[in-house]
């Protein structure tokens, strides 16, 4: 209580007091500044959203002027005859979509992509060299082709063969089944120098031999003869995987993955998928909806134990590596398509450009569902052929890498 009374005390308390109030008021008037700003950013904030939200209300309503000046409903594909008249009608009105250019707001030229028969509206396009010019034609090419099979397959929208055999594989996906560990290559004295890649016993491929960013032009003398050779074994290969006598009914991609690993050992080449970042398998194999992948997780893409059955569409990848460069190519082959009088062990199929169309098909169906599978099974293997076909006819000489998958694009666009 004296200590209380003391002077020095109560000044000292005084001053503590005082010192609170200031700092009081100094805090009160640090937040009624930040209020104060935060309240500006949020008003200049608004004001910025709502700016760049009339924008873009501008620009849709300028795209869908632009899609209703453009586009045309999608008409009957079930008569090839009235295709091609509807087609020859829309050549005009794409002649003068293609003279329609606008600025995005990166100043990059773009235009829009619009196509009748329900083309997917793609937002923009890069107008790259002639790319859209090659669009449009590779696309009424196609779309004639896929208009043409579907009216002589009875084909059409209102049958609703898509929604049916989407629904088929929603009932019955292709399950992975259980398979053979991988078996690695030992060093022999029977493979010379240069038959294994960098990988072959490590499952890791070597450094690039070149910088980033540079390109390394090849001579013909020795590394084109090469590349010839390869390519030609990796095709006889692909057409043993894919040859009636090796993929029928009730085989599995397992055994066919054996027979192909061996004979790309007896023609001196390493089969390029085996060890490559530890896949097990020496060709890539893919049933139905199946993607590959070569993930340590999945076997999807991988060959395993599950029997082949009539129907199913299978992809092989088949790769060799032989004097030190890789040949890679693929092929999709129906199991069980070929025509009830012929003989699979009597058919050779030798890799030619006109060896696949030969092929006889099937003719006798046990039910409508089983003909419409094989059906649009071809359907889609005819997409693929033709967008190969139209990508390769892409490469040349001052064309654009873009143009390739512009060709290939509008080829998938026409079939749906």
């Known amino acids: 209580q004296e200590a209380r009374e003391d002077p020095a005390y109560l000044l000292r308390e005084a001053e503590k007091k005082a010192r609170k109030r200031e700092d009081s008021d100094v805090r009160d008037k640090e937040n009624a500044q930040k209020r104060a700003r935060r309240a500006e950013d949020g008003e200049y904030r608004d004001a910025l959203h ?20 453009y586009y045309m409903p999608r008409y009957p594909r079930n008569q090839a005859v009235q295709s091609a008249q509807t087609m ?4 005009s009105l794409l002649s003068s979509a293609n003279a329609a250019k606008r600025t995005s707001r990166c100043g990059k030229k773009l235009m829009m992509d619009r196509h009748p028969q329900g083309r997917r509206l793609k937002s923009t396009m890069p107008f790259l060299s002639s790319t859209s010019q090659l669009h449009d034609e590779v696309y009424e090419r196609a779309s004639f082709h896929a208009s043409s099979f579907d009216a002589m ?26 398979r053979e560990a991988m078996c ?22 070597g450094p690039p031999k070149l910088p980033p960013d540079s390109i390394l032009i090849h001579d013909e003398a020795s ?8 390519a030609k074994l990796a095709r006889r290969l692909l057409d043993y995987a894919c040859h009636p006598s090796v993929t029928r009914v009730g085989r599995t991609t397992e055994e066919i993955d054996r027979l192909v690993h061996t004979a790309a050992l007896d023609h001196g080449a390493y089969p390029s998928p085996l060890n490559y970042r530890s896949f097990p398998k020496s060709i890539c194999s893919s049933v139905n909806e199946v993607v590959c992948s070569s993930g340590r997780r999945t076997s999807h893409g991988i060959p395993d134990s599950r029997p082949l059955e009539l129907g199913d569409l299978v992809s092989f990848d088949v790769s060799c590596f032989v004097g030190g460069v890789h040949g890679d190519n693929c092929a999709s082959i129906i199991v069980g398509d070929l025509k009830e009088d012929y003989r699979a062990d009597e058919f050779e199929w030798d890799g030619t450009a006109n060896s696949l169309p030969s092929i006889p098909t099937k003719t006798q169906f046990s039910s409508p569902e089983e003909e419409e599978r094989f059906v649009t099974a071809r359907r889609l293997v005819q997409a693929a052929l033709e967008s190969r076909d139209e990508g390769v006819a892409a490469c040349k000489p001052g ?18």
């Open 50 to 69: 709502a700016r760049e939200n009339a924008q873009k209300r501008a620009r849709r309503a300028e795209d869908g002027e632009y899609r209703d000046a």
């Open 88 to 91: 020859s009608l829309s050549t």
């Open 153 to 178: 397959n009875n084909l059409n929208e209102k049958t609703l063969w898509r929604s049916r055999q989407i629904e088929v594989t929603r009932r019955t996906p292709v399950e992975p089944f259980p």
């Open 184 to 205: 690695v290559i030992p060093p022999s004295q029977r493979h010379g120098d240069g038959f294994f890649p960098s990988y072959a016993h490590t499952g890791i491929p």
């Open 223 to 230: 590394m084109m003869d090469r590349m010839r050779k390869a």
């Open 399 to 416: 064309a654009c890498l873009s143009d390739i998958g512009a060709a290939i694009h509008a080829v998938c666009d026409a079939y749906g």
